[in-house]
């Protein structure tokens, strides 16, 4: 992809980008049809009913612009309420319930210690009359406040003789379930000559299913207000890595037959206790959710840890009290060290708040030696922390490679070695509009800040009192083959607890509660098998024994090819499969989704897999279970695409042009070269000789937006280096590194004479570990890396395979300690300035070109003979904002059977690339994108060659 004069000068206002917003609604999936042979229409996808009004067709691209401020707003604004607990504006909730970093972010459950109220706050998903927070009414709140610097008063349209007649100002109206749509009120007169049209409502779709997130927010708020998993977790923790010497931390109660007292430091505790918090927290786990995982066979906990959790939690360390559909969602919980006073962290282990505490000395009575040495340990421990939760929607890929994440706060507060849930129970439990309590209020002990609370009902083994049931949990594939460790559940009047664990014979022996309306079990073994439910009824039902049986989980390494199709003129323009299954390009990706026809009995079960082209060395896996699928694949290029300008035909009412008139479709750019200090790329030479290239930046923000691209980009100097053949028969591994102004981020390059893995150190680490380029045999490797921030010298040893084929234990490394460089200090940047360096390479094939600028921006270069002609220029980056839609894949009715997932080795997908991209520049239109709305047909005319295939 070459740059063009026309679309060189970038702002950031989103005005000067409205095509590349139209670009984010394709990539959403959108079906943007913005003209036709007849008559331009309107056309909104909104849950697959298009909405439909005969609108001009030189008036169209207003009505498409409008709606993609509206959806470009939207995206912005749901990240925004997502990073802040449902929330845009954070000035009128309840004191307390945020905390502030950079942004503020709503704490969902909070101890109101002042007026002696434990605290659930949660924002409603849906605005209801009279209510003040909704996410809804939030996500209006943004759109309302941020759309004008989108549409920016169609500056852009005025230019080209259109006026705008504006009614009022657009009021935005959100609607959130299984996706996100806003639809707005904003009625505009559009004249141009002797044409006008009007124009009422715009309506937009964002495909993020919020009300699934919302819930599991909503579920792990609740479980913390019920359960108080998050202190009871904490004092786990204490007892866990307490012991009675100064390795440790002090225990809450212990007696000991000893002279000597413990003397502790209570700052020296706390920062040990902010240390185990830090790593203990992000342990905490919602079962199911995406990113779980069975610690217990983890050796960085240990079995005891492992044990005491399982005792102190009910069950495994990730098995919460919390039911949420997370599905493939991840959920991850940090722990945060906010420094307020009032809100933040706080720790206390002395009584009277003193610096230094000790154990107390005691004797008793002793008939034979008048006194026995004691010592008691009594530390009472008040601690308070915010645990912040992030929910990822892995789906949600329309927000780019993060995913979508919502995020909250909740408060863990801990007086006296319990939960504090009601201050220190002086005031009276008045609870706030909004704002419930837990469950438990009358479990309070008054005066105290002791709860009595133990949780449901059912779970109180006390009630079990039916006769033994013996349940025995077996694996499907294998019926003889017992499962040891799953997790048998009761679930019963919307309360489900946790009943033990199977033995290594798959067989648990429990009562039941009795005299309850119904009941199911569940069991479970996270990770391996799928949940399967059966009913229960300890009352009605005569079973004695019960058998359960778990369909196994499979983890399969996996790859992904592609078929190209092309666009070819026979009588009509027509897209044809071309012959051959080819890879991926290094920088194209495939995001699969497989989502299993659930069985009777069975949880939902559903993969997710991402395979990018630099992958077949080492191939990335999935978690797969026998059944029946639907499949879908995204394919994404990484790469800047642009849909060159076009001028189209359309009706008229103008005789003299014989009722027909051309207008011109402006340049679609889909993506943009990334913005920072350090710029490098790889790219293709000739050969040896000497090699001189022209650079032009441009900065990320410039004051005049009215001046000539060619008058927006500065040169910034060349670059000039000579390419020698290679003349060594050995191995020669040659580090080449480039250092950062801002020591924020650097470089470190190795070039090889010859194909090979190569592997680096970094410092302070005692391992060495692969380049990003991993099992990939390649002469150019290429590590970006975060520096500390401040000026320092730098060491790398290095080393490379000279024979990768071997296995990694048997590979020969050649190594290389030689690589030192220093950082430098970041000059003051008073004005854009920028220094070119660049290694040369040895066989003449690739090289890479490196710019490192003192502010942020993006630069472009050409070669010398071209400098003067801007046409002529090619980014400088190495990652791009981009994920342009190559196509993909869409098949019902894809089974994998237990013989294949277990007797073979992998899997093969095939996707379609609709060949957009590397459509020949003159041809590529933009009605080319309507091919994306015939995937599944393509997928399904040619089914046998894209089913999945087991090898």
């Not at 209570?266 to 918090?277: F, G, N, P, S, Y």
């Not at 040659?734 to 194909?755: D, H, L, W």
Request: hydrophobic share 35%; aromatic share 10%.
């Amino acid at each position: 992809m070459k740059l063009n004069s026309q679309s060189a000068n970038y702002g950031r206002k989103a005005q000067s980008t409205l095509f590349m917003v139209l670009g984010v609604l394709i990539v959403a999936g959108s079906a943007l049809y913005l003209y036709s042979a007849k008559e331009a229409t309107d056309i909104t996808l909104d849950r697959g009913v298009l909405q439909i009004q005969n609108i001009p067709a030189d008036f169209e691209p207003i009505r498409q612009y409008v709606e993609a401020c509206i959806y470009y707003t939207s995206i912005n604004g749901l990240k925004v309420i997502g990073e802040r607990g449902g929330y845009y504006d954070l000035r009128g909730i309840a004191s307390g319930n945020e905390i502030t970093a950079g942004n503020k972010i709503a704490k969902w459950f909070y101890v109101d210690e002042e007026r002696g109220t434990a605290v659930l706050q949660i924002p409603p998903l849906k605005k209801t009359p009279g209510q003040q927070y909704s996410v809804e009414g939030e996500l209006e709140k943004y759109v309302s406040s941020e759309i004008d610097s989108c549409i920016n008063d169609f500056a852009d349209f005025r230019k080209q003789g259109f006026n705008f007649e504006i009614g009022r100002e657009l009021e935005p109206a959100a609607a959130i379930g299984e996706d996100v749509r806003i639809s707005a009120k904003y009625p505009i007169r559009i004249e141009k000559g002797q044409s006008k049209v009007d124009i009422e409502e715009f309506s937009v779709s964002v495909p993020l299913n919020l009300k699934k997130i919302h819930e599991i927010a909503s579920a792990i708020a609740q479980g913390q207000a019920e359960h108080r998993f998050l202190e009871k977790y904490t004092r786990t923790l204490i007892t866990v890595y307490s012991s009675p010497d100064y390795e440790g931390i002090p225990e809450m109660s212990n007696l000991r037959f000893e002279f000597r007292p413990l003397i502790y430091s209570r700052e020296a505790v706390k920062e040990k206790m902010i240390q185990i918090l830090q790593s203990g927290i992000p342990r905490l786990q919602v079962l199911n959710s995406g990113n779980s995982i069975d610690y217990a066979s983890e050796d960085q906990i240990g079995a005891e840890l492992v044990d005491r959790l399982r005792t102190g939690m009910g069950a495994r360390l990730e098995t919460l009290p919390i039911i949420a559909p997370v599905e493939a969602h991840e959920v991850e919980f940090k722990f945060r060290n906010d420094p307020d006073p009032v809100r933040g962290f706080r720790f206390e282990m002395c009584r009277g708040n003193t610096a230094v505490c000790s154990s107390e000395s005691i004797g008793g009575p002793d008939p034979i030696n008048s006194f026995v040495p004691l010592q008691r340990d009594e530390f009472p421990y008040d601690i308070r922390y915010n645990a912040k939760v992030e929910i990822r929607d892995p789906s949600a890929i329309v927000f780019g490679d993060e995913r979508y994440t919502f995020s909250i706060f909740l408060e863990s507060n801990i007086l006296d070695n319990l939960p504090n849930l009601y201050g220190d129970g002086s005031a009276a439990s008045e609870i706030p509009p909004g704002e419930t309590p837990p469950d438990n209020a009358e479990g309070q002990d008054a005066g105290s800040g002791v709860s009595s609370f133990e949780g449901p009902t059912i779970c109180n083994p006390e009630l079990w009192d039916s006769r033994d049931i013996t349940i025995t949990v077996v694996n499907s594939s294998h019926p003889k083959k017992p499962i040891d460790e799953a997790e048998i559940y009761y679930t019963s009047a919307g309360e489900s607890c946790s009943m033990g664990l199977t033995g290594s014979d798959g067989i648990l022996v429990t009562k039941f509660p009795t005299g309850v309306a119904g009941g199911a079990i569940t069991a479970k073994k996270t990770l391996d098998f799928i949940d399967r439910t059966i009913s229960f009824d300890a009352d009605t039902d005569t079973r004695n024994e019960l058998r359960i049986e778990l369909e196994p989980i499979v983890e399969k390494r996996f790859t992904v090819s592609k078929k190209l199709f092309e666009k070819v003129f026979l009588d009509r323009e027509t897209w044809m499969p071309t012959d051959g299954i080819l890879r991926l390009g290094s920088d194209e990706s495939a995001i699969i989704t497989l989502t299993r026809e659930q069985e009777y009995g069975e949880s939902p079960f559903s993969a997710f897999g991402e395979f990018s082209g630099s992958q077949y060395g080492e191939p990335p896996s999935m978690r797969l279970a026998h059944g029946t699928y639907r499949l879908n694949i995204n394919l994404l290029l990484d790469k800047i695409v642009v849909i060159p300008e076009d001028e189209k035909s359309v009706p008229s009412l103008n005789p003299f042009k014989g009722f027909r008139e051309k207008i011109t479709i402006p340049e679609i750019r889909f993506g943009a070269p990334a913005i920072d200090w350090l710029h490098v790329k790889k790219i293709t030479v000739p050969g040896p000789g000497a090699y001189k290239y022209n650079i032009k930046c441009i900065e990320e923000i410039h004051s005049d937006e009215a001046q000539a691209p060619e008058e927006a980009f500065r040169d910034a100097g060349t670059i000039e280096f000579t390419v020698s053949p290679d003349t060594s028969s050995s191995l020669v591994i040659t580090p080449r590194t480039v250092s950062s102004f801002g020591t924020r981020k650097g470089y470190v390059a190795v070039e090889t004479n010859m194909p090979t893995i190569c592997e680096l150190n970094m410092p302070g680490n005692q391992n060495f570990g692969q380049f990003p380029t991993g099992e990939q045999l390649t002469t150019l490797h290429l590590f970006f890396y975060p520096t500390t921030g401040e000026p320092n010298t730098y060491a790398y040893p290095i080393r490379c395979a000279r024979n990768p084929e071997a296995p990694p234990a048997e590979r020969q490394w050649q190594e290389w300690y030689g690589l030192q460089f220093t950082t430098s200090e970041y000059p003051q940047a008073t004005t854009f300035s920028a220094v070119s360096k660049t290694p040369s390479s040895f066989s003449g094939n690739e090289v890479f070109i490196a710019l490192e600028t003192n502010k942020n921006s993006y630069c472009i270069y050409a070669d010398w003979a071209d400098k003067d002609d801007l046409g002529k220029y090619d980014y400088i980056v190495e990652d791009v904002n981009a994920n342009f839609p190559e196509g993909g894949l869409e098949l019902e009715g894809v089974t994998f059977t237990n013989s294949e997932l277990y007797e073979k080795e992998g899997i093969e997908f095939t996707a379609i690339d609709l060949g957009i991209d590397d459509s020949d520049i003159e041809a590529r239109k933009l009605d080319d994108l309507r091919q994306f709305d015939k995937i599944a047909e393509y997928s399904e005319n040619d089914r046998a060659v894209y089913l999945p295939r087991i090898r």
